[in-house]
T-cell receptor, first 112, second 114 residues
Framework: AQRVTQPEKLLSVFKGAPVELKCNYS??????LFWYVQYSRQRLQLLLR??SRESIKGFTADLNKGETSFHLKKPFAQEEDSAMYYC??????????????FGQGTILTVHP | KAGVTQTPRYLIKTRGQQVTLSCSPI?????VSWYQQTPGQGLQFLFE???????NKGNFPGRFSGRQFSNSRSEMNVSTLELGDSALYLC?????????????FGNGTRLTVT
């Protein structure tokens, strides 16, 4: 069974500090990994995905298959980054499009 | 482009009743997925529909069912409601053509079972 673990429920940093949100996964197949974000009073939305190897809003995430991790990083946090962040996994080898396994989420608070 | 629309936003039902939730996907999206969100279990996949066919199902009892119409709109139904069914039900749509088709979520329907 696949599992996604986000060990930190809460993470607080100061503006301008680096931030890293941890995500570890357990899956025997070939995973696709995503980060979704939910800002206050907004709907859940895609932040970035491993398959695109992109940087969104200054965030990056590297898939480390050896450590089965997909940590989200940003070198200089901004107050507007305060939100709930979810790491999610999808089976890359099948037709399970739309079937994501989510972590429990991390609430990031960036203090001024 | 209008986003994913879920109706109603809030529902209060009593145990034993049944409920139907509705989801209108983004225009052109053929895949609709449903998720249950609770404080204890987080976000859990219910099922996914693509072109009116259920393509995937999560680990939920048969009381949870869904369907998709020819215009890609989807409904999910929960019969014989239990207190534990109280949750936020999220619908997400996508092109459904592969892992490059990100999910676009609605605001959810908050179901309270008393």
């Amino acid at each position: 069974a696949q599992r996604v673990t986000q060990p930190e429920k809460l993470l607080s940093v100061f503006k301008g500090a680096p931030v890293e949100l941890k995500c570890n996964y357990s899956y025997s197949g070939s995973p696709e990994l995503f980060w979704y974000v939910q800002y206050s009073r907004q709907r859940l939305q895609l932040l970035l995905r491993h398959i695109s190897r992109e940087s969104i809003k200054g965030f990056t995430a590297d898939l480390n298959k050896g450590e089965t991790s997909f940590h989200l990083k940003k070198p200089f946090a901004q107050e507007e980054d305060s939100a709930m962040y979810y790491c999610a996994l999808e089976d890359a080898g099948g037709t399970s499009y739309g079937k994501l396994t989510f972590g429990q989420g991390t609430i990031l608070t960036v203090h001024p | 482009k209008a986003g994913v629309t879920q109706t109603p936003r809030y529902l209060i039902k009593t145990r034993g009743q049944q409920v139907t939730l509705s989801c209108s996907p983004i225009s052109g999206h053929r895949s609709v997925s449903w998720y249950q969100q609770t404080p204890g279990q987080g976000l859990q996949f219910l099922f996914e529909y693509f072109s009116e066919t259920q393509r995937n199902k999560g680990n939920f009892p048969g009381r949870f069912s869904g369907r998709q119409f020819s215009n890609s709109r989807s409904e999910m139904n929960v019969s014989t409601l239990e207190l534990g069914d109280s949750a936020l039900y999220l619908c997400a749509s996508s092109l459904g053509l592969g892992h490059n088709s990100p999910l676009h979520f609605g605001n959810g329907t908050r179901l309270t079972v008393t």
